[in-house]
């Protein structure tokens, strides 16, 4: 097990803070370790006619577009079902009538916090998108079928999009 002898706030961003510090590790050696910590987000797998709702966005990180779910990140103190709401109407302008918990996952612990809550939006309603300043996003809608044809060829390439898929088909089987 380990124990933080020293932990601090590195860098505090918009979106994350980086902290590190040092550890003691159950043999007495001392390491230095270092994480994001973020405050989590959702991801939300709407469903309508057959059809989930994706985005694509073009993604600095990697400078290019992907095809994902809709998501955002948890604003302090929020509750993420209610935050897979506001996403899911300021993205692509839809209401869930019905969001269903189908997963929640760290992202990648080797480094992060973060947790990804993961919904399932059905009876839909459309409304108002109501984009971030910042977003560039277009909607892509894609049958249930191709959904199945893209995961089984590793089409989709973002983590979340592939979780929540996968268990938006076992929801679907299951029930």
Request: charged share 30%; with cysteine; net charge negative.
């Amino acid at each position: 097990m380990e124990k933080w002898i020293k932990h601090e706030e590195i860098y505090k961003g918009k979106i994350f803070s980086l902290w590190g510090g040092q550890v003691s590790l159950d043999n007495g050696n001392v390491v230095v370790r270092e994480y994001i910590r973020h405050l989590g987000g959702v991801a939300i797998v709407p469903v309508i006619d057959g059809n989930v709702i994706l985005i694509r966005q073009f993604r600095i990180s990697i400078e290019r577009e992907l095809i994902e779910l809709p998501a955002g990140r948890l604003e302090p103190n929020e509750d993420p079902m209610s935050c897979a709401g506001r996403e899911l109407e300021e993205e692509i302008g839809y209401r869930a009538n019905k969001l269903i918990p189908i997963a929640s996952y760290f992202a990648s612990v080797g480094y992060s916090n973060e947790r990804m809550h993961l919904f399932l939006a059905i009876d839909l309603e459309k409304t108002e998108r109501r984009l971030e300043s910042d977003e560039r996003i277009r909607e892509v809608v894609m049958p249930l079928k191709i959904v199945k044809e893209k995961l089984a060829n590793q089409e989709f390439e973002d983590s979340k999009t592939i979780i929540g898929l996968r268990e938006t088909l076992a929801y679907f089987e299951r029930n």
